[in-house]
């Protein structure tokens, strides 16, 4: 058996515990530094990332000495801290312990971050014109980021869930690192060549500023700005913006967000094709409804307009005077009954009657005849007129005057040369 001894994780932990409680250099010690992930607890505390260029440390404070904290700590704030180097013997981890917190300025990337959202924006390439609408039902979704990270498998599981019909490419690219911001521009530029995507995403998961920083990248956002096909930024979480999410035509809280906003919910589809359908037949029913009344109108106008419909009319009126013409012949039969004993007498003395009414006629046309001027112009007679009246005696003219003489077929002009009356 070996002769050596084996400390538990326990005893090495509980041994710098030791270690760190009693070294007074670790003790109420200053540093300076830059804020990164800072958070709030709703009970007060202060979590945060206290970091210089090359190196970083978790840091916490509790609610009693954030109190005294006269300014609202964010990620970037330069920071004076005083506190207590401690460890943390169950995970093996060590913090500081903030008694103090003040603040130093901006930090270096926070004014880098700031200066290049200012150039950026003064140069308009955050302007909602630019921004290219995203297409309601692509058929491609191409997605730029790791290949081996949580973001392309929430974006696949996300649209397989809302909108299956669509395709996802994947365009792997480093989201974090030095080389980061080059491999992000190259598969934007790739993308748009291929020419497949009809909207990419871009983005990653949280991080620090510091993880974050290939999306702060000037070549990033011009590579974003550059891009014919509509872009959504989807780079860490909602209370982590970039500057490519100002430059994107759409920018995403979380990738799943960026899924969502990139696809339609097939369940609304079914919802508002049903909707549309409901819809479309209330408007055919609708129409038809109405053709349906304005067959009735136009039929009613023909009824009333038609000729057959006036023909019967007519009918209809002349059978109404039909029969009160045959209830007052009735009334007269019924009276002249005791007289007649049949209706073919009554007839035959309607015959009579309308023989002697056409006799008279005929001898009222004679008598006209005979008294009309003209037939006696027939048999060599004329009129003759002075000053448009008849001349019915000799004292009505005298010698020399002008006189017309109508005959049948014209009027003689004649001047009175004598004048005797009755021989004389």
């Not at 509790?62 to 609202?72: D, G, K």
């Not at 330069?78 to 180097?85: Q, T």
């Not at 930090?107 to 921004?131: I, N, P, T, W």
């Not at 009160?324 to 007839?347: A, G, T």
Request: aromatic share 8%; hydrophobic share 40%.
């Amino acid at each position: 058996m070996e002769d050596n001894k084996y400390l538990t994780v326990t005893s090495l932990n509980r041994y710098i515990k030791y270690k760190f409680d009693y070294d007074k250099n670790l003790k109420g010690i200053l540093i300076e530094g830059e804020i990164s992930n800072f958070k709030r607890h709703s009970r007060g505390h202060f979590y945060f990332t206290l970091k210089d260029e090359y190196s970083q440390i978790s840091c916490m404070m509790f609610a009693s000495s954030a109190r005294s904290v006269n300014f609202s700590p964010k990620d970037g704030d330069k920071v004076y801290i005083k506190g207590d180097v401690q460890t943390y013997e169950a995970g093996g981890t060590y913090q500081i312990y903030v008694t103090s917190l003040k603040n130093a300025g901006l930090g270096d990337l926070y004014l880098k971050f700031e200066q290049l959202k200012k150039e950026l924006s003064e140069a308009g390439l955050f302007d909602e014109r630019f921004k290219k609408p995203i297409p309601k039902y692509p058929k491609v979704i191409g997605v730029i980021t790791s290949e081996t990270g949580a973001v392309i498998h929430d974006i696949m599981t996300t649209t397989s869930r809302r909108y299956p019909l669509v395709k996802i490419v994947l365009y792997p690219a480093l989201v974090q690192g030095d080389t980061a911001k080059e491999s992000i521009v190259a598969q934007i530029k790739k993308a748009n060549q291929d020419n497949l995507a009809d909207v990419l995403i871009v983005g990653r998961g949280g991080g620090s500023i510091e993880d974050l920083w290939p999306f702060n990248e000037k070549i990033v956002a011009m590579a974003i700005f550059d891009s014919k096909i509509p872009i959504i930024s989807a780079v860490g979480h909602e209370s982590d913006t970039t500057i490519a999410d100002f430059v994107a035509d759409k920018r995403a809280a979380t990738p799943t967000a960026a899924a969502e906003l990139a696809t339609p919910n097939v369940i609304d589809i079914k919802d508002e094709i049903k909707k549309n359908i409901i819809q479309i037949n209330r408007l055919i029913q609708n129409k038809l409804n109405d053709l349906s009344n304005m067959m009735l109108q136009i039929d009613k106008r023909l009824d009333t307009s038609s000729p057959v419909n006036r023909l019967n009319n007519e009918l209809e009126r002349l059978n109404v005077l039909k029969i009160r013409l045959n209830n007052s012949m009735n009334v007269k039969i019924n009276n002249e009954r005791v007289r007649l004993k049949h209706n073919y007498e009554l007839l035959n003395k309607i015959n009579n009657v309308l023989d002697n009414k056409n006799s008279n006629f005929k001898v009222l046309i004679s008598k006209l005849n005979a008294l009309n001027p003209l037939l006696i112009m027939d048999k060599g007679f004329s009129i003759a007129k002075k000053d448009d009246h008849i001349i019915r005696s000799v004292n009505d003219i005298k010698k020399d005057d002008t006189i017309n003489l109508t005959l049948q077929d014209g009027v003689v002009l004649s001047r009175v040369i004598e004048v005797n009356k009755n021989g004389k």
